[in-house]
């Protein structure tokens, strides 16, 4: 897994403090770096519906504009930090709204024997005539993007695209065996976050 | 993937993968006109909140009312308006924003008042007693505030020795925002309120008085995190810098309201 660096989360957290002192390009900056995965995280977390997605991503930003003085570097990335600001806002929103968690009503329509399902994973017998379910594409969604983006676009990169390695690792400047390494991390994580929704679940 | 590969326990999982995403991966994108939107909204906070933590060493200060003038304490509040040119512009100022408030200034029919026009929309800043605030101002908004005032023009700030704000937003006009005190405050149309400095008793910590707001009407809320917090009509509240919540005080509102003041008005007109 790629580490971000303290000295990384140090000098991203100096894009913060440039906001806080009112530098739009700083702002602008953080948006467009920030805004599509932040975007994409919620999107699968509140029903894959915009007009949801919206009104969370509109009060995560603003509330990390509020807070962009604050932010410590040390307990962890901004992505890290957005996407918690996120999470919160979607389990408050929830629970205002009387909203059962988007997971579990997900993992109810796509089967309700996780154990049956994890075993078809594992063996490689999912069948195709049974994915095409908009239920199974958001908790994929929501896995993906609860993945860190580095694994998530490489996994994106090898088994959507079909991509060989040896493109992935041109496209990335890396090695061959560094990409085939870090796929091996990627589907394993893949596999956790999955496993981990559906254990919120269970 | 190779036969042999796939036979193994990470092959038969990496094929299911492979099955698995691309059966349901649909790219994500957000609406262009969402984001372009967002983006705007979050500049112009951005510009509130730096200029408003900017101001914070201007001390001014804000007298209580017109009656017992022996008796209350004098202070003077100072308006800080932007939109000068940047030849006359302060020193250490940011720099000119458009968006900021214009504002005319003219006599008024009220006593001892001068009348401010904003010809702009944008923001009023001001400051007292080294806390930031902020209106948020349409063309056409206007206010008066009474008392012996002088307009500097070389800084272009209006300082005055006596009165208060009533903020008034009319029942077909837009919500109104105001940043007062660190705190954020939405005032929703049809909402009157009152903002003013007391002494004594309502020092917070430190000796820094807290502003007192006064709903005469409608709601006004305020947000603190995930909570929201409503302010209803009859009802004065403090807001300590130091604290998340506006605290209620049991003050009838008959004594915070502008009784001894003619008339002091910002109304919120156009969109």
Not at chain 1, 17 to 28: C, M, N, P, Q, S
Not at chain 1, 161 to 169: F, G, M, T, W, Y
Not at chain 2, 133 to 155: F, I, Y
Request: hydrophobic share 40%; charged share 25%.
């Amino acid at each position: 897994m790629q580490v971000i660096s303290l000295q990384d989360r140090k000098e991203s957290a100096q894009l913060l403090v440039k906001i806080a002192a009112g530098d739009e390009h700083a702002l602008e900056q953080f948006y467009e770096r920030y805004f599509s995965r932040v975007y994409r995280y919620v999107y699968y977390r509140v029903g894959a519906d915009h007009q949801h997605a919206e009104e969370v991503v509109n009060d995560t930003f603003m509330e990390a504009l509020d807070k962009a003085g604050h932010y410590d570097p040390e307990r962890g990335s901004i992505e890290a930090w957005l996407i918690t600001l996120s999470r919160n806002r979607i389990r408050s929103n929830n629970a205002s709204m009387g909203r059962q968690n988007d997971y579990e009503r997900s993992w109810s329509m796509v089967d309700g024997e996780l154990d049956a399902f994890f075993a078809d994973l594992d063996e490689g017998n999912l069948p195709e005539a049974a994915l095409i379910n908009e239920d199974l594409a958001r908790l994929v969604g929501a896995a993906l993007t609860g993945l860190p983006e580095e694994y998530a676009k490489i996994l994106e990169m090898k088994y959507i695209r079909d991509l060989p390695v040896k493109d992935i690792a041109d496209a990335l400047k890396r090695t061959e065996k560094a990409i085939e390494s870090q796929l091996t991390r990627a589907r394993a994580a893949f596999r956790d976050v999955f496993r981990s929704m559906a254990s919120d679940v269970a | 993937m190779n036969t042999e590969r796939s036979k193994t326990p990470s092959g038969r999982f990496e094929k299911s993968l492979r099955t698995l995403l691309k059966q349901t991966h649909s790219p994500v994108e957000a609406k262009p006109e969402f984001k372009d939107a967002l983006l705007q909204r979050l500049k112009e906070k951005q510009q509130v909140l730096a200029v408003a933590r900017k101001r914070r060493h201007r001390i001014i200060t804000l007298t209580s009312g017109m009656v017992a003038a022996a008796a209350a304490v004098v202070m003077a509040f100072t308006l800080q308006l932007s939109g000068t040119t940047p030849a006359a512009h302060p020193a250490n100022t940011p720099e000119p924003d458009t968006r900021v408030a214009l504002v005319t200034e003219r006599p008024s029919e009220v006593r001892g008042a001068v009348m401010i026009e904003a010809t702009a929309a944008g923001h009023i800043f001001t400051t007292a007693q080294g806390q930031s605030g902020a209106v948020e101002v349409q063309p056409g908004t206007w206010l008066v505030m009474q008392g012996s005032s002088r307009v500097s023009s070389k800084d272009n700030t209006l300082e005055i020795d006596h009165g208060q704000i009533l903020v008034d937003v009319s029942s077909d006009a837009a919500p109104a925002h105001m940043l007062l005190a660190g705190h954020a405050v939405d005032i929703p149309a049809g909402t009157r309120l009152t903002v003013q400095y007391k002494p004594s008793e309502l020092y917070a910590p430190g000796g820094r008085p807290a502003p007192l707001m006064t709903l005469m009407a409608g709601a006004a809320q305020m947000v603190h995190a995930d909570e929201a917090q409503v302010l209803s009509a009859g009802e004065t509240y403090s807001l300590y810098p130091t604290v998340a919540r506006a605290i209620r005080q049991d003050i009838p509102a008959e004594e915070a309201a502008l009784r001894n003041v003619d008339r002091v008005l910002v109304h919120y007109t156009g969109h």
